[in-house]
């Protein structure tokens, strides 16, 4: 088992930058497979961005602007967030994975979530 929470969510303006944050407990955090996902109020939650011993990977929306890391020493996840825009509203959500997944971009891969930071992009 695995507990996830994000943080660095807030309000920014259109073009700017926010970095979030998922911190996870336990001690095997490098063997999992880490994902972010979006969801906008009346939308479905929507893949942002992966990361498993493959590589990284990306919706079309975000590539050259969002970037997904993890600090495997300090069993944290991140997403650094450049020149936001107002469509990039949504509550973000990291999500997490023993071993790795087949499908990254879908939600049902995933067994563990955060309870979500909100990102508000003012156009």
């Known amino acids: 088992q695995v507990q996830l929470v994000e943080s660095g969510g807030g309000l920014v303006q259109a073009g700017g930058s926010l970095r979030l944050s998922c911190a996870t407990s336990?001690?095997?955090?490098?063997?999992?497979?880490m994902g972010w996902f979006r969801q906008a109020p009346g939308k479905e939650r929507d893949f942002v961005a992966a990361i498993n011993w493959r590589g990284t990977y990306y919706t079309d929306s975000v590539k050259g602007r969002f970037t997904i890391s993890r600090d495997n020493a300090k069993n944290t996840l991140y997403l650094q967030m450049n020149s936001l825009k107002a469509e990039d509203t949504a509550v973000y959500y990291c999500a997490a994975n023993y071993g790795t997944t087949t499908r990254y971009e879908s939600q049902y891969e995933y067994a563990y979530w955060g309870q979500g930071t909100q990102v508000t992009v003012s156009s």
């Open positions: 336990g001690r095997t955090f490098s063997a999992y497979a």
